[in-house]
């Protein structure tokens, strides 16, 4: 085997030691030449992410992952250097490198990075202007969380922009009216769309669309509004025959088995339709169970977020209370680091 020394040191110094005993298995033998840094190979690699990025390739990465992968895992991102997170975080385990699938712009996320609530307040033009900056950084598949999709007449607009700029899916909640997040449950007042209308809306954006690779996902909010296992399993399949590419159920309980008891009802009429969850509270799942639920995406939707708020309180806090920044230093990213977390092209 033949390849450049570049993989000694890194997340792909795994795979070297892997290479290594599986040649040694055969007598094979490791040539490694000296990377080659210059002008021509950073053209070669900048090429490649650039078709990477471009919407036609991006936009159907969604399609092919879910053909390929046990579970995709999608994370939120809501600002160009969260998408970078997305994009390059890499960890090494047993042997194998694991990273996200792609990104959620999640509607909760990206109004809360503008201090403003949940309720469609942000307009569909913010929203776009997140995705592009996302879009600037990255090339792994983008799923946007598109609320209610408001007016049927609004969201077949919506839904050409999201396919031209290489977005892969939206993702739709069957509710009407101001829109609260789910999470909040039967705390607030929210209603949920009738199924006719709801069809009607899937049916218009799968008309509207022009490509085959775009997804319209319908979100059910059944159990979030306490309406049960029935009516979300009716909805479901109404939804699918209504052109729905997959089905998302939410659920507000900490434990999974009103999740598991859908997908696995869902799953005994239907094998195909993509299903997705996101575990926000039934958080003590783990990946392989949801797969083996007939699960096909995994959305952690506002972790990158939550992380962030209370990193960044504590040290504006603990700036006011000691009248400097020393005492805070150590658990800020270095200042070297931060100056060169963003790669110049
Ligand atoms: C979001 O991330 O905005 C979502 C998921 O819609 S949830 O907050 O759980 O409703
Ligand atoms: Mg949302």
Request: hydrophobic share 35%; aromatic share 6%.
């Amino acid at each position: 085997m033949i390849h450049g020394d570049n993989w000694n040191n890194g997340p792909e110094k795994v795979i070297r030691e892997n290479v290594v005993s599986l040649l040694k298995k055969y007598g094979g033998e490791l040539i490694e030449i000296p990377y080659t840094r210059n002008d021509s190979v950073k053209k070669i690699d900048r090429q490649l992410r650039e078709k990477l990025s471009m919407p036609e390739y991006r936009r159907k990465r969604l399609r092919q992952l879910i053909d390929m992968r046990p579970i995709v895992k999608m994370i939120e991102a809501h600002s160009g250097l969260t998408g970078l997170i997305a994009e390059k975080t890499v960890v090494e385990e047993k042997g194998r490198l694991d990273q996200f699938d792609g990104m959620w712009v999640s509607s909760l996320c990206d109004s809360t990075d503008r201090g403003k609530p949940d309720i469609e307040l942000v307009d569909m033009t913010s929203r776009l202007r997140t995705i592009d900056d996302i879009m600037d950084v990255t090339t792994k598949p983008i799923i946007l969380d598109g609320d209610t999709g408001g007016l049927t007449e609004h969201f077949v607009y919506n839904v050409r922009t999201l396919e031209r700029k290489g977005v892969s899916a939206v993702i739709i909640e069957d509710k009407t009216g101001l829109k609260k997040n789910s999470l909040f449950g039967t705390e607030v007042e929210q209603s949920q769309d009738t199924i006719e209308n709801f069809c009607e809306k899937i049916r218009a954006g799968k008309r509207a669309q022009l490509t085959d690779d775009f997804m319209i996902i319908a979100r059910i909010e059944s159990l979030i509004l306490d309406k049960g296992l029935d009516d979300a399993l009716s909805r479901a399949f109404s939804y699918r025959d209504a052109g729905a590419d997959g089905i998302m159920i939410h659920s507000r309980k900490k434990e999974p088995d009103e999740i598991f008891e859908f997908c696995d009802n869902f799953r005994k009429q239907d094998k195909g339709t993509p299903l997705v969850v996101v575990p926000t509270s039934f958080n003590t799942v783990r990946e392989c169970e949801f797969a083996s639920h007939g699960v096909n995406i995994v959305i952690y939707a506002n972790q990158l977020m939550r992380a962030a708020f209370p990193a960044m309180q504590n040290a504006a806090e603990e700036i006011l209370r000691n009248h400097r920044a020393q005492e805070i230093d150590n658990s800020l990213m270095p200042f070297h680091d931060i100056i060169r977390l963003i790669d110049e092209i």
